[in-house]
């Protein structure tokens, strides 16, 4: 650590608790973060809440009490951009800021509009996820997914709740609720909807307006904790359906993972299109693969989990191709135009919003009208729009 009360022998359990606090709290006033144990990092909280208010006030006084919880001001920022910065000639630190300017000068004006929690900041020096977390989301690889909850569980509170994102659900559903502690829920979702692009840079307000979102609680799950989650997935716009993780992952089978399995297909054969086909590519052509631009390892991952509940929807398209090819190949126009109309009328009954519930739909999990809004427009009636979110299509 840069910063050491030097030249007094700590020899007493008062002394040694101050200096404690006080080499975190110049860590923390310094770079913004601090690494600790939790204990620690919760036993020096109210300490740095009365460093920052202290300072917040800028007189004279204030300035005192701060240098004497911090053991005199003898403290320095070694800030390499700052003025007066001076090293001896081997490199030691001379002179710098003093950290006691710099808590009043430049840490205290950045709360000067909050009355506290300025020590939210605090960073553990390993990070636990669900430490005081009531409700935990997992967004993650579906195959990562037990290893977390096996690295968070010591850290859940009784009455947490775990959910994810995770497009196949009846593994999670076997494997995840065996490693949490007792008291602590999963209850899994899957919101239908994203890109295939990545990262905050692609990130929507409204990605999650008017969008379904899966849950599948199993028959022991508390209604209380379905309706919590349920209710976490409302608040961003979405619109609630219940299913079985095994209904679900058939479902999903059809609805999406087939989809890609075809686009990614044909991404592959387009390797043996004549040179220059490219420059034909319209409208059709884009819609059609976009899904295949996805990230490829992911929906690796995906497919091959989901493999069991792909097999029959891959089976029937393949039987419907070959009744296709074979019109095409024996010039039968009308067993193809049947075809056709038949594919076209099997796509009536699915109706995909493009954003904004469709008018007149349901919530599942509470039978309630879905308020739809209008396309283009990032916030629903009377909500404002949602933070950004960015997930990869379901």
């Given at each position: 650590m840069r910063h050491a009360r030097g030249y007094r022998r700590l020899n007493r359990t008062?002394?040694?608790?101050?200096?404690?606090?006080?080499?975190?709290?110049?860590?923390?006033?310094?770079?913004?973060?601090?690494?600790?144990?939790?204990?620690?990092?919760?036993?020096?909280q109210p300490f740095i809440e009365k460093l920052i208010s202290a300072a917040k006030k800028g007189d004279l006084a204030s300035r005192r009490r701060v240098?004497?919880?911090?053991?005199?001001?003898?403290?320095h920022i070694p800030?390499?951009?700052?003025?007066?910065?001076?090293?001896?000639?081997?490199?030691?630190l001379k002179t710098a800021p003093r950290i006691t300017k710099h808590l009043f000068d430049n840490v205290a004006p950045r709360f000067a509009d909050r009355t506290g929690?300025?020590?939210?900041?605090?960073?553990?020096?390993?990070?636990?996820?669900?430490?005081?977390?009531?409700?935990?989301?997992?967004?993650?690889?579906?195959?990562?997914?037990?290893?977390?909850?096996?690295?968070?569980?010591?850290?859940l509170s009784e009455g947490a709740l775990v959910t994810d994102v995770g497009s196949v659900k009846a593994a999670l559903c076997e494997s995840l609720p065996g490693l949490l502690p007792p008291g602590v829920t999963y209850v899994g979702a899957h919101p239908m909807a994203g890109s295939h692009h990545r990262g905050v840079g692609h990130a929507r307000a409204d990605l999650f307006e008017g969008a379904c979102c899966v849950l599948t609680p199993l028959p022991e799950t508390p209604p209380a904790a379905r309706e919590r989650v349920a209710g976490f997935w409302r608040a961003l716009g979405a619109r609630v359906a219940v299913r079985s993780p095994a209904e679900h992952d058939a479902q999903v089978a059809w609805m999406s993972h087939v989809p890609h399995v075809l686009a990614f297909a044909f991404g592959e054969a387009l390797s043996q299109a004549p040179p220059g086909a490219e420059e034909l590519a319209g409208s059709g052509f884009r819609d059609f693969t976009r899904i295949a631009r996805s990230?490829?390892?992911?929906?690796?991952?995906?497919?091959?989990?989901?493999?069991?509940?792909?097999?029959r929807p891959i089976q029937a398209f393949r039987d419907a191709l070959t009744r296709l090819v074979q019109a095409i190949e024996d010039g039968d126009g009308d067993r193809l135009e049947e075809g056709l109309a038949a594919a076209r009328q099997a796509l009536a009954g699915v109706e995909v919003p493009e954003c904004g519930a469709p008018?007149?739909?349901?919530?599942?999990?509470?039978?309630?009208?879905?308020?739809?809004?209008d396309p283009g427009n990032s916030g629903g009636p009377g909500r404002s729009a949602s933070p950004k979110k960015v997930t990869n299509d379901s």
């Open positions: 008062h002394e040694h608790r101050k200096a404690l606090f006080s080499n975190m709290a110049g860590s923390l006033i310094e770079h913004e973060q601090i690494k600790t144990t939790l204990p620690k990092a919760k036993t020096v240098i004497s919880k911090l053991g005199g001001d003898k403290w800030e390499e951009d700052a003025e007066g910065v001076e090293r001896n000639k081997y490199g030691e929690g300025y020590t939210r900041i605090i960073k553990l020096g390993k990070h636990r996820i669900g430490d005081g977390a009531d409700l935990v989301v997992l967004g993650a690889p579906v195959g990562s997914m037990p290893r977390i909850v096996q690295e968070a569980a010591p850290h990230d490829a390892e992911l929906w690796g991952e995906i497919l091959s989990a989901n493999r069991k509940a792909l097999a008018h007149g739909a349901v919530d599942d999990a509470s039978n309630r009208p879905i308020r739809g809004r």
